[in-house]
């Protein structure tokens, strides 16, 4: 079926899009798992949100891994296996180009822990719920970078011998404070934010989003559908990143 009305919309919502970022010299983007989604990873929320029959609410926990950790760590254990087949999509790679026209006007705040954006060439990434490549002790607390090679189904520190487990931030747990105060700084200073691929309901990251309207930046969205946030923003532009993203950029 035909659809030249959405087809004109887009067009003209990515106009406005446009006319708003090209001025722009500081830049803050905020990305969710839907950026990710046409790299072929799952998103959390979306039709297919459950793990074998779990909410990620029951797995991405510090509950759940104290009471069930060769669960949780199976979870991680194949989301790891995932990272090694997949490659960033044309979405990760407009915000790279993005990064480049900008320099150091441009913020990267993601909430993935997939590292896509780092493999399509960004620099200036703000990990707010910590990263799958890394494993943190939790007894000690020290932190490793194990790429997404395959680790040991209960892997244990090599200086303390405590279980380690993944460096992301689970339900319930701080964010590193550090990188969250520097996230809220590059969003309370732009001028444009660009928010992706997040169904903006979890917390405090979504906040961002009404953080930077008080700091009175303007907002567009990019997302295939609605979301908690869309009532709030200037521009929606509704079509999936990978495309929506190169189009934006291309018009500046
Ligand atoms: P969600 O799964 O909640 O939302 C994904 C969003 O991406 C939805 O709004 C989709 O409509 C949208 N989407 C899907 N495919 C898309 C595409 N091709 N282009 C653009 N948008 C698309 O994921 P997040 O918002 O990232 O936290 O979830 C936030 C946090 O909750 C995650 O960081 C994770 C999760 O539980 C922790 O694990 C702490």
Redesign the pocket.
């Known amino acids: 079926m035909h659809h030249p009305v959405d087809a004109n919309a887009l067009n003209e919502a990515l106009d406005q899009a446009a006319e708003l970022l090209r001025p722009a010299r500081k830049v803050a983007v905020l ?5 990710s ?2 790299s072929g990873l ?5 039709s297919n ?1 459950l793990w074998e029959g779990h909410r ?2 029951e797995v ?1 926990t510090p509950e759940a891994f104290r009471r069930d950790p060769v669960l949780v760590w199976r979870f991680y254990h194949l989301r790891r296996a995932n990272l090694a087949t997949v490659q960033p999509n044309p ?1 990760h790679h407009a915000l790279a180009a993005l990064e480049q026209r900008l320099g150091a006007g441009f913020t990267l705040v993601t ?3 997939d590292g896509l954006h780092q493999a399509a060439g960004s620099k200036n990434i703000l990990e ?3 990263a799958i490549r890394r494993v943190k002790c939790s007894g000690c607390l020290r932190v490793t970078d194990r790429g997404v090679a395959a680790l040991p189904e209960m892997p244990r520190c090599a200086e303390c011998d405590a279980l380690e487990r993944p460096d ?4 319930g ?1 701080a964010l590193p404070e550090a990188i969250w105060e520097q996230a809220v700084k590059a969003v309370l200073s732009c001028e444009c934010f660009l928010v ?7 917390y405090p ?2 906040g961002l989003i009404d953080l930077a309207r008080t700091g009175g930046s303007a907002v567009i969205e ?7 946030a869309s009532a709030q923003v200037d521009v929606l532009l509704l ?4 495309t ?1 993203l190169p189009e934006l950029v291309k018009r500046l």
């Open positions: 990305t969710g798992a839907g950026i989604a046409e799952a998103t959390f929320r979306g949100g990620i609410e991405a979405g909430q993935n822990v707010v719920h910590g992301v931030v689970w339900f747990e992706v691929g997040t169904s903006a309901v979890v990251a979504a990019v997302n295939v559908e609605r979301s908690a079509g999936p990143s990978g929506v």
